[in-house]
């Protein structure tokens, strides 16, 4: 199954925007792009997922490069609510479901 | 609401016996999952199901037992197989007819004494 590398850790301050970056080279055509969020002691949830368009939500945006080898997740203004760990994945259409790889993402920490 | 419940929140065990951790949904999702997750680490897959009846194992399935006989219900067991028992244990469930979100539950932590 195609893999997902993000940095470990990264710091914003509160109100500015933060882009957490994904990098998954080998994708591919039916690989849907998808992030979630964990908070500390509770499970993931999602915030966003796309194919090739840029896509916008309440929670974020992601940009997927054109080759679509990678990907960054845009949240507009940071709050400390945004603190958490964010996970890059895989999903792909049409196949398995199953044996969807979490790496150990990307730790946000939001300084105020 | 339409969600995941995964019960008990906490639980100790002594080294040795079996724990089952319960898994529920109610969004009539097709597609269960089990993952573990250590301090400081990723998720990792334990076992999944697509349908009910049958499932397939994860990269970590030694030592874990499942069972999918409704729709609704995936229960996991750690049995005294596995060697490092204690751990963040999550469920979760999806549609596998499409590439929507996976819905997860609050976690079970299980300590072994």
């Known amino acids: 199954d195609a893999k997902t590398t993000q940095p470990n850790s990264m710091e914003s301050n509160e109100e500015e925007p933060v882009h957490l970056p994904c990098n998954h080279s080998?994708?591919?055509?039916?690989?849907?792009i998808h992030w979630y969020r964990q908070l500390p002691s509770q499970g993931p949830e999602y915030v966003i997922h796309g194919l090739t368009s840029n896509v916008n939500n309440r929670m974020a945006s992601l940009a997927i490069a054109e080759d679509r080898k990678s990907s960054t997740l845009i949240l507009h203004r940071a709050t400390l609510r945004d603190a958490a760990v964010y996970y890059c994945i895989l999903r792909s259409y049409g196949g398995s479901q199953g044996n969807l790889i979490f790496g150990k993402g990307t730790k946000l920490s939001v300084k105020p | 609401d339409g969600g995941i419940t995964q019960s008990p929140k906490y639980l100790f065990r002594k080294e040795g016996q079996n724990v089952t951790l319960s898994c529920e949904q109610n969004l009539n999702h097709d597609a269960m999952y089990w993952y573990r997750q250590d301090p400081g680490q990723g998720l990792r897959l334990i076992y999944y199901s697509q349908i009910v009846n049958d499932f397939q194992k994860g990269d970590i399935a030694e030592g874990y037992s499942v069972s999918r006989e409704k729709k609704e219900s995936f229960p996991l067991t750690v049995t005294s197989a596995q060697k490092n028992p204690t751990a963040f244990y999550l469920c979760?469930?999806?549609?596998?007819?499409?590439?929507?979100?996976?819905?997860f539950g609050e976690g079970s932590r299980l300590t072994v004494l």
């Open positions: 080998t994708i591919s055509g039916t690989d849907y």
């Open positions: 979760a469930s999806s549609g596998t007819s499409d590439t929507g979100e996976l819905f």
